[in-house]
């Protein structure tokens, strides 16, 4: 099994570049975790939101493998607890596909991409940085991964 983070935003700061690329490798032994990056759509003066929202749901529908397993990041998703996501993660192993974490635009994500997600996560209440949620995403995943693998990361 493999994981993917698509997130639609590019040339993360080197901070951030630099922890996810750390997270990543913590991870690469229980579950390798590819970073693609999904052009946003043009927004400005004069141009259409939506428009720029359906460009983004394209790029990061077509960015999906074939048969993941879909998550998408949204506000009004389900919230876990560290030890719940260990249960979805093994949850998710036992299904026997790649995992496909999905992170929107600045509105959001596209009405076809929440249509083909199998399920959705929030990160919680508060609003993220985009850059930030890809942390934060990564972590929470090595985190439950670490919890699974009896890794003494996690002292709670």
Known sequence: MKARLIATGERAPAWVAQGFADYQ???SHWLPFEL???QPGLRGKGRDGQRAID???KR???ALPKNA???ALEVTG???SSEQLSQRLEHWRSLGSDLAFLIGGPE???TDVLASAHETWSLGPLTLPHMLARLV???QVYRAAAMLANHPYHRA
């Open 60 to 62: 990061v529908l077509a």
């Open 55 to 57: 460009e983004e749901g």
């Open 108 to 110: 959001g994500h596209a």
């Open 36 to 38: 693609v990056e999904v």
């Open 25 to 27: 490798k913590r991870l």
């Open 78 to 80: 389900k919230q876990h």
């Open 137 to 139: 995403v990564v972590e």
């Open 69 to 71: 397993h879909v998550i």
